[in-house]
């Protein structure tokens, strides 16, 4: 993807996540625990993503795409282990996360850091957080993502290393909705 097409596609992305505007995509059921998205940019070498939707009953669909170097998208359906579930939701628990609000984020080229998209369904209202993270490299200045995003991202990544231990298999022929977080 060229430095133009990237940024274009970073200053949309804004704009979708900027106006909060969630929008179900074939969205199998409404009602969710978690939708997330994690994006992990190390230009030139490497730009990868993964999504997942929790759902109440533990199930979760994750799709991990790598735009850099290109490859097909994985997409894999399961449950979540109890403990996976648990631990979860001792996360969306903290005060600390339930009071973060979203950052405006600054527009421009990203070429090393990461991008987290969150919508966390809560008794009292939907709430939706975006946070960028930066690495102090070339012209950019570090910038941690909020500390209350830490351990959800955490989790995360923990999440995608078991369902690679568990040698889930991909769905074939399943296309990448996105998790449902809206384009």
Known sequence: MSLAM?????AWFFVVVASLVVV??????TSFVLKMKYMKVDLPTSDASTCLAVFPDGRFRMEQISEWPAAYPRIFEDSLPDEGFKSLSTILDAKDLKELKTVAPSSGVISQG??????????EATQALFAIAL???G???????????????EWLQATTKSVNKRKLKPLKNAKPVNCWMGR
Do not use: C, D, N
Request: glycine content about 8%; proline content about 13%; overall charge positive.
């Open 114 to 123: 990461e991008m987290v998209q969150v919508i966390i369904s809560r008794a």
């Open 139 to 153: 012209k950019q200045v570090f910038r941690p993502l909020p500390e209350p995003l830490r351990p959800l991202v």
């Open 6 to 10: 990237r940024t274009l596609w970073f």
């Open 135 to 137: 690495e102090g490299s």
């Open 24 to 29: 179900g995509q074939g969205q199998p059921e």
